[in-house]
C-alpha cells in the first residue's frame, strides 16, 4: 500500500495510524503548491480533488477521504481495538467523532491558516473554533483518550487538528491563532498521545521533530 501526504497535514493522522498497527506502508510526499511527488508524478492522477490523504491498495485502488481510510486500516487489526467493532455502538460513537472532527475542527480551521499565511485575520470562525476545542477539553475530563481508556483512529485525527494550533507544549507546525495552554484535558491527552512511539515515528518521518 501507498499512503500520500503532505508533512504536517490532516494525512499525518493515517500515517499515525500505519505505525499504531505496524504495517508496511510506502509513503510519498506530495508538494502541497505544485501537487508533484517527490518522483516528479503528477498526484492529481492520485486524486483529481489534489488533496491528500490518499491510501493506494495493493490492485491499484485509491481511497480517499481521512475519515474512510483510518476506518479501513483499523479493519485491518481489529485486535487492536484502534475501532469498535462494526454494528457496535461504540463504532457509530466513532464516526460521530470523526465527523465532528472532520466537519467541525478541521474544515474550521481553513480560512483561520490561509488568513495566517496572507497576513490577514479571520475574525468569524477563531471564536467557533474555540468553544469548540474548549467542548473537547470537557469532554477529555477523567478520560485518557477520546473514546475511554483506549487510544482510537480519532485521536490520531485529532492530534493531526491540534499541532495546527498554538500551545507551549504543541510539536506545532502551522500556526494559526488558536491558543489551547489554558486546556488542561487537552494539554494531558497531547501528552499522553505525543509520547506514542506510533506518533513520534510519524512525527519524525514528517520531519516535525
Ligand atoms: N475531505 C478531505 C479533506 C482533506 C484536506 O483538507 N487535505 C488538505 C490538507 S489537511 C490538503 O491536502 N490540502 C492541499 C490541497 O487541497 O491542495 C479529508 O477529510 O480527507
Known amino acids: 500500500m501507498k499512503l500520500y501526504y503532505i508533512p504536517a497535514a ?14 508496511d506502508v510506502s509513503l510519498i510526499k506530495v508538494d502541497h503548491k505544485t501537487h508533484l511527488t517527490d518522483a516528479g ?12 490523504p490518499a491510501l493506494e491498495l495493493e490492485d491499484g485502488t485509491v481511497l480517499r477521504e481521512g475519515a474512510a481510510i ?3 486500516l483499523g479493519d485491518l487489526r481489529p485486535e487492536l481495538g484502534l475501532v469498535p467493532a462494526h454494528n457496535s455502538l461504540d ?20 480560512p483561520l491558516l490561509y ?8 475574525e468569524t470562525v477563531k ?7 474548549a467542548w473537547i477539553d470537557a469532554q477529555l475530563q477523567g478520560r485518557h ?3 475511554g481508556e483506549r487510544f482510537t483512529v480519532a485521536d490520531a485525527y485529532l ?3 491540534v499541532g495546527w494550533g498554538q500551545a507551549q507544549w504543541l510539536t506545532s507546525y502551522y500556526r494559526a491563532d488558536i491558543h489551547f495552554d489554558h486546556l488542561h484535558n487537552l494539554h494531558a491527552w497531547y501528552d499522553r498521545v505525543v509520547a506514542r512511539p506510533a506518533v513520534q515515528k510519524a512525527l519524525n518521518e514528517e520531519g516535525l521533530l
Do not use: T
Request: net charge neutral.
Open 10 to 23: 490532516c494525512s499525518l493522522s493515517p500515517h499515525i495510524i500505519i505505525h499504531e498497527l505496524g504495517l
Open 41 to 52: 508524478d503528477d498526484y492529481s492522477q492520485v486524486n483529481p480533488l489534489g488533496y491528500v
Open 70 to 72: 483510518v476506518q479501513y
Open 91 to 110: 463504532r457509530y460513537r466513532l464516526q460521530e467523532w470523526l465527523s465532528f472532527l472532520g466537519a467541525e475542527i478541521h474544515k474550521g480551521f481553513i
Open 115 to 122: 488568513a495566517a499565511l496572507a497576513g490577514r485575520y479571520v
Open 127 to 133: 471564536p467557533r473554533l474555540e468553544a469548540r476545542f
Open 145 to 147: 483518550y477520546l473514546m
Open 159 to 161: 492530534f493531526a487538528l
